[in-house]
């Protein structure tokens, strides 16, 4: 395998477990749109990783795209009040591998996640600086495979890799032709992969091997 230029993270399952408080935010909006339905973890889990119009069909089944979006609204708000108190399980090995791995590549984060969700781990992780730039589903509504082609050719970048934890990042990536590098340590589970890590510390000693 030709070294990469560049590493492209996902953020829920492969640098952080933030689903607690999306599970909160989630019951806050179905309750404040006078939902009866909760969500629980679980639910949360199964939906990692996916778009968010198709999270708020699993959530509100047979809903109109308007309710839907109030929905979504409400979760969003609910969320940014839970900012200054969630404590998300940020992973072993992460802060520092990142940390590492910048001194050496080009740093990137791609995720299905509404706008600003990135920005705000990067906030609460302080690693805003390792980062080069970002793409979110949030900034356009269009799937990773798209936005990865995007950040790949806003950036000139040769030989990138994508890191995630699910068979959709795995097939998105493929649609994008990137590699996919899998952490088996996230949410989901894929057969098709390039490399496969079972924790932060080793794929950061693998590229910083490389």
């Known amino acids: 395998m030709l070294r990469p230029d560049s590493l ?20 806050r909006g179905l309750e404040r749109t006078g939902h009866r339905k909760q969500v629980s973890r679980s639910d949360m889990l199964r939906m990692m990783g996916v778009e968010a119009r198709v999270m ?15 929905l979504f609204e409400a979760v969003i708000d609910a ?3 839970l900012l200054g108190q969630m404590q998300p399980l940020i992973y072993e090995g992460v802060l520092t591998g990142l940390e590492q791995l910048s001194q050496k590549y080009r740093l990137f984060m791609l995720s299905n996640c509404e706008e600003g969700g990135l920005v705000n781990f990067m906030r609460h992780t302080r690693t805003s600086h390792l980062f080069l730039d970002y793409m979110e589903h949030g ?3 269009q799937p990773k495979h798209h ?5 790949i050719e806003k950036h000139g970048l040769q030989s990138p890799l ?3 934890d699910t068979d959709s990042d795995s097939r998105q990536s493929a649609l994008a032709g990137v590699p996919f590098v899998f952490v088996s340590y996230g949410f989901g589970n894929t057969e098709q992969y390039l490399l496969q890590f079972d ?5 950061t000693t693998y590229f910083m091997n490389c």
Request: proline share 2%.
């Open 8 to 27: 492209i993270f996902d953020m829920d399952g492969t640098l952080w477990d933030n689903v607690d408080t999306y599970v909160i935010a989630w019951n």
């Open 56 to 70: 708020l069909r699993s959530v509100l089944p047979g809903a109109g795209t308007a309710a839907q979006d109030r």
């Open 79 to 81: 969320y940014q009040q």
């Open 139 to 141: 900034m356009n509504l």
């Open 147 to 151: 936005n990865l082609r995007l950040l």
């Open 162 to 164: 994508y890191v995630g």
């Open 199 to 203: 924790s932060f510390a080793s794929l």
